[in-house]
């Protein structure tokens, strides 16, 4: 009986190794297994990469209004300037109404507030101008970007 025990060992071993070149089924399992732990954490990090340039893209956006704002301001004579005490209905800027609506077209989510508060400080005036555009994030959050400066009336 342990002759027959081995020689069926013998015949089965032979047998494996006529088998020695193809992929059985578990292996092919095995090798989707490793394929898949490895492939989600990589798809993971693409996708949180995308969002995080979509959201650098939007910050720098809404820096470039706000700088464009300033620049108008600038440009501007006081008496134009301080027409934001009443909000940006009455202001004419349309160089960053331009850059507003160029990024509202392609994100639809800018929104761009002013205020501006006058000051006398021994016969000097001036008038501190806050802009602000807000937007919304991926999740349903808020971000914002600030700009603060002076015009003073000489």
């Not at 993971?44 to 700088?67: F, H, M, P, R, W």
């Not at 006081?78 to 009443?86: A, F, M």
């Not at 989510?109 to 806050?130: G, H, N």
Request: net charge positive.
């Amino acid at each position: 009986m342990y002759l027959w025990l081995i020689t069926g060992l013998n015949m089965r071993m032979k047998r494996l190794k006529i088998n020695k070149f193809g992929v059985t089924l578990a292996e092919v399992a095995v090798a989707v297994l490793i394929f898949a732990v490895a492939a989600i954490p990589l798809y993971y990090a693409i996708s949180y990469g995308a969002k995080e340039e979509v959201q650098l893209d939007k910050i720098a956006q809404a820096n470039k209004i706000l700088s464009s704002f300033k620049e108008e301001c600038i440009e501007l004579d006081y008496d134009e300037v301080v027409k934001l005490k009443q909000g940006l209905d009455g202001f004419n800027a349309p160089k960053t109404f331009n850059d507003l609506m160029l990024a509202q077209k392609q994100y639809k989510d800018f929104r761009l507030t002013v205020s501006a508060t006058e000051k006398t400080v021994v016969d000097i005036v001036s008038l501190t101008v806050e802009a602000e555009v807000k937007w919304t994030r991926d999740g349903g959050g808020e971000s914002s970007q600030k700009l603060s400066f002076v015009k003073v009336k000489r």
